[in-house]
């Protein structure tokens, strides 16, 4: 079955970075988009970032500059560096597969916490 494992979250100061993988198995992981999202307490669950199969990239504005998604496709897993992390990047974040606009399968989450 489709399994997403995300690894990588903790905390930090702001200024600081992180790299968040993601572990993709059970489906062919380089026919996919996929995406990290996250979700603060008491927000709705955001993009913030997605690359397509074949390594297009797109941000959320409010990490373009600091945020870098990228994959492996021969290791199945994707990434997202977060560098000059703030307070407001704390959230809950998750990996996605992405087909057609909709998110077909979500991790279980990691947390990112960034302290002032």
């Known amino acids: 079955q489709v399994q997403l494992v995300e690894s990588g979250g903790g905390l930090v100061q702001a200024g600081d970075s992180l790299r968040l993988s993601c572990a993709a198995s059970?489906?062919?992981?380089?026919?996919?988009?996929m995406g990290w999202y996250r979700q603060a307490p008491g927000k709705e669950r955001d993009l913030v970032a997605g690359?397509?199969?074949?390594?297009?990239?797109n941000y959320a504005d409010s990490v373009k500059g600091r945020f870098t998604i990228s994959r492996d496709n021969a290791k199945n897993t994707v990434y997202l560096q977060m560098n000059s992390l703030k307070p407001e990047d704390t959230a809950v974040y998750y990996c996605?597969?992405?087909?057609?606009?909709?998110?077909?399968?979500w991790g279980q989450g990691t947390q990112v916490t960034v302290s002032s």
């Open positions: 996605s597969r992405i087909r057609s606009g909709t998110v077909q399968a």
């Open positions: 690359i397509t199969s074949g390594g297009r990239t």
């Open positions: 059970g489906f062919t992981f380089d026919y996919y988009t």
